[in-house]
């Protein structure tokens, strides 16, 4: 059985930092690419950033390039987004989302993903 299972999330003050989870069972980081996305309370789910192991690469949305980082241990079938010098703007719930490399497509997209987790919500106070 495929699952994502999402971790991590919290309640943070402005500045502050948070370390995500996502755990992977059903297939192995080799053959699906992770992305996590967010949504926030009467907005659309957007594309945070993304790790495929089979072509090592990675993105983020503008928002958080020099904040997030996205990593993965492959012998834990983990992916990981460590959040720093987070914003309000940030608050949402979090949710990671796994892409099959045989049929890659745009990571922004929704449509691009297989599966993904229930999310885990991140609430950042001013």
């Known amino acids: 059985e495929v699952q994502l299972v999402e971790s991590g999330g919290g309640l943070v003050q402005a500045g502050g930092s948070l370390r995500l989870s996502c755990v992977a069972s059903g297939f192995t980081l080799d053959d699906y690419a992770i992305a996590w996305f967010r949504q926030a309370p009467g907005k659309e789910r957007e594309a945070v950033s993304y790790i495929s192991e089979s072509d090592q690469s990675e993105y983020y949305t503008d928002s958080v390039k020099g904040r997030f980082t996205i990593s993965s241990d492959t012998a834990k079938n983990t992916v990981y987004l460590q959040m720093n010098t987070l914003k309000p703007g940030d608050t949402a719930v979090y949710y990671c989302?796994?892409?099959?490399?045989?049929?890659?497509?745009?990571?922004?997209?929704?449509?691009?993903?297989?599966?993904w987790g229930r999310g885990t919500q991140v609430t950042v106070s001013s």
């Open positions: 989302a796994a892409e099959s490399q045989s049929v890659p497509g745009d990571w922004t997209e929704l449509s691009t993903y297989e599966y």
